[in-house]
């Protein structure tokens, strides 16, 4: 039932896009220049030109591909989920409470993000190269990782909207939270650091959306997947716990409104 | 005659005083950008770690100097075609279309006390925060006040690229898409993951010699190092104008265009 409430949503998200191509088309678009520019830039400063950063190009492939993949899969077939702490402020979720579903799984198929499109193109071109220019079997492995890390993004986005039942202008501290990850994920930080910054990053969900699922495409051996799988699904888990959490606190929002 | 310098009079006194308010607005409501100002050290932090790591062996800048560059080229980048102050600009013109005045005037007065607010409180973040990363306070003020000498004139630039996206929001109904890949291409390619001297040959020559580097790497270099990287100030300055004449112009064709082919949301 559920898979084909999924469908029906993304078959009504696409008509809304193909509805307006020209929007769908510019968001794609934009989103791939967009890419291809702060590729090119980090090209110009960590690359050209630098033979000593060579070691590090696989893995800024391999995250770039991992994270893009990922960012662009979420927030395109799951893109109501990055508008959670939005919705629970607006009080846009007391509908979905009203069904018998999962109020989250409500709120993630609810919208789609055009421009998100132009990530997960990028990202798919990303698992190309690498699949075709370094091994099919480490495209594989950036395959799986991506499965890990958009576990950890939808896992990270439950946790921000949460944060919306728990503290006043929560949404916009959720948004924070998601932008200091995605920096924290697009840069090569597993590479950054080490010692003691390499554990305060490790705390952070940086650690389940790019830097141990990369770290597990880099290395050999399925401990490292096995710690990647632990970090996503713990991680979701976790999110899912503090959402439920804060559901049964939740108050209408007509309440909220005579509050303010 | 008279009357004409009368009216040119006032119509500059409304535009300063316009400006103005947008200037101090920005610091009636810090509270609700408190994101944006934690997101600033953050990145000062983030971008500094990427560069020790991966370009501290060129031996160009120090650390200190690296921490200093990058808080600037924030400061520079964090309010550099801020989309709510774009759609601001947009907002009222089919209003203007019944004023008595110029809606480029206006807009451009907007942008341009806009951004001159935003910065003055991101450098007053960046005097309170670099010491906290170990940076001389006296060092801090230096370069704090070496780029208030440059703000008048980048803010110039700003408010000119605003006003292109503003022009062009009118004209196309929807340009939001291509603010953030334009801004990209000042944030990778004028030098704000850091210096361009870092960056590779043949990259370093050819970035040197595009816009973003004058608006970006070079205020910063000068803030630091006191001058600009192998140019003179009149250079400096002289392809500032040239930016500026470049934008006019555009913003003029997008102005007509939208003028004649703008419809109200009744049209």
């Known amino acids: 039932m559920s898979s084909k409430l999924l469908q029906s949503a993304l078959i009504y998200n696409m008509d809304g896009h193909r509805a307006n191509p020209v929007n769908l088309f510019a968001g794609a678009l934009g989103m791939v220049i967009n890419n291809v520019i702060f590729l090119a830039g980090l090209w110009g400063m960590l690359f050209a030109g630098k033979p000593k950063n060579a070691e590090l190009l696989f893995y800024y492939i391999a995250l770039t591909a991992v994270v893009m993949t990922s960012w662009g899969s979420v927030n395109f077939f799951f893109g109501g989920l990055r508008s959670l702490g939005d919705l629970i402020t607006d009080g846009m979720l007391e509908p979905m409470l009203a069904t018998p579903r999962d109020p989250i799984y409500l709120a993630a198929i609810s919208k789609s993000h055009p421009i998100a499109l132009g990530d997960l193109l990028m990202g798919l071109l990303g698992l190309t190269a690498v699949f075709f220019q370094f091994s099919p079997v480490m495209g594989y492995k950036c395959l799986f990782a991506s499965a890990l890390s958009s576990l950890a993004f939808a896992g990270l986005f439950i946790f921000a909207g949460s944060i919306s039942f728990f503290v006043s202008r929560g949404n916009q501290v959720g948004h924070l939270l998601i932008e200091l990850t995605v920096s924290m994920s697009t840069y090569p930080t597993g590479k950054m650091f080490t010692g003691p910054e390499r554990i305060l990053l490790l705390l952070t969900p940086a650690a389940a959306t790019a830097v141990l699922p990369v770290d597990a495409v880099e290395k050999a051996g399925t401990k490292f997947f096995l710690i990647a799988l632990l970090a996503a699904v713990g991680f979701f888990i976790f999110s899912v716990l503090i959402f439920r959490i804060g559901l049964s606190r939740y108050r209408s929002v007509s309440l909220i409104g005579i509050q303010r | 005659m008279k009357y004409t310098i009368l009216k040119a009079g006032k119509s500059v006194r409304f535009h300063l005083k316009h400006g103005l308010f947008n200037f101090s607005e920005q610091f009636s409501d810090l509270t609700s950008g408190i994101a944006g100002f934690l997101l600033f050290p953050f990145y000062i932090w983030l971008i500094t770690k990427l560069w020790e790591k991966f370009n501290a062996y060129q031996g160009n800048y120090t650390l200190q100097e ?160 006191g001058e600009f990287y192998h140019i003179s100030k009149a250079t400096w300055a002289g392809r500032i104008v040239a930016i500026c004449f470049f934008l006019w112009i555009a913003n003029l064709l997008f102005y007509r265009q939208a003028r004649l082919h703008h419809q109200g949301y009744g049209g």
């Open chain 2, 66 to 225: 690296i921490l200093l560059y990058i808080g600037i080229t924030e400061i520079l980048f964090m309010t550099f075609l801020s989309p709510t102050s774009l759609s601001r600009s947009s907002a009222d013109f089919s209003l203007s279309l019944a004023r008595p005045r110029s809606w480029l005037g206006m807009s451009f007065s907007g942008l341009y006390g806009r951004c001159l607010g935003s910065r003055i409180t991101y450098i007053i973040i960046f005097i309170i925060i670099m010491p906290l990363f170990g940076i001389k306070v006296l060092d801090t003020l230096n370069v704090a006040i070496r780029l208030c000498y440059l703000l008048p004139f980048l803010g110039i630039v700003q408010a000119m690229f605003g006003l292109g996206f503003a022009s062009g929001q009118v004209l196309w109904a929807e340009t939001s898409y291509f603010v953030i890949p334009v801004s990209k291409i000042f944030l990778a390619l004028g030098g704000v993951f850091g210096p361009l001297t870092d960056f590779g040959e043949s990259w370093r020559t050819v970035l040197l010699k595009l816009p973003p580097s004058d608006i970006f790497f070079q205020p910063a270099h000068y803030c630091i190092k």
